[in-house]
């Protein structure tokens, strides 16, 4: 069975840091490009962050560039994004996504909220 | 960045209706285009990837055609089960970007 579970979301003050870590099982992880993907409450989806399967490619959404890391441990099935100097437009549900033939994201987690708030 | 507009934002539609709902993208994507369907609180559901390739287990009443920057995603039959909002994303792109969705609700 395939799983997809974020943990790490939570309350933080602006100009705070959280990370956010992604556990997969049954998904043959090491093999597949990686997203985060976001949505803020009532709004639309918004693409955060892509890792290739090596780690060696690495993508932000200028929205997060500076401020926010991804990366993975293909050891252990897990995705990771470090976010920084968050700001109240950084509260959203973050999900992490497996992407297939280098374009669409087929399995993806329940979600993980961040709240950024004073 | 690619721009992707979605269009309507919004539609009112029965049970039965034929449903369309088009994306547009700022430059030329090729192919390179998924179709989402998301309830609320659920993750995205891939529905249709690289513009028309059904996802196994869609039912056939969802197609998708288009290339180039004019996509279509189609609802041939709305079934109950269909009342979602749907988003567009080009892949085109190394920095992916969704369409703002569209919510299908009940007439």
């Known amino acids: 069975e395939v799983q997809l579970v974020e943990s790490g979301g939570g309350l933080v003050k602006p100009g705070g840091s959280l990370r956010l870590s992604c556990a997969t099982s049954?998904?043959?992880?090491?093999?597949?490009?990686m997203n985060w993907v976001r949505q803020a409450p009532g709004k639309g989806l918004e693409w955060v962050s892509s890792?290739?399967?090596?780690?060696?490619?690495?993508y932000y959404a200028d929205s997060v560039k500076g401020r926010f890391t991804i990366s993975r441990d293909n050891a252990n099935n897990s995705l990771y994004l470090q976010m920084n100097s968050l700001r109240a437009e950084d509260t959203a549900v973050y999900y992490c996504?497996?992407?297939?033939?280098?374009?669409?994201?087929?399995?993806w987690g329940q979600g993980t909220l961040v709240t950024v708030s004073s | 960045d690619i721009q992707m507009t979605q269009s309507p934002s919004s539609l009112s539609a029965s049970v039965g209706d034929r449903v369309t709902i088009t994306c547009r993208a700022s430059?030329?994507?090729?192919?390179?285009l998924n179709w989402y369907q998301q309830k609320p609180g659920k993750a995205p559901k891939l529905l249709i990837s690289a513009a028309s390739t059904l996802q196994s287990g869609v039912p056939s009443r969802f197609s998708g055609s288009g290339s180039g920057t004019d996509f279509t995603l189609t609802i041939s039959s709305l079934q109950p089960e269909d009342f979602a909002t749907y988003y567009c994303q080009q892949t085109y792109s190394t920095l992916r970007t969704f369409g703002h969705g569209t919510k299908v609700e009940i007439k």
């Open positions: 996504a497996r992407e297939i033939g280098g374009s669409s994201s087929d399995y």
């Open positions: 049954g998904l043959a992880f090491r093999y597949y490009t």
């Open positions: 430059q030329n994507i090729n192919n390179y």
């Open positions: 890792i290739s399967d090596s780690g060696h490619h690495i």
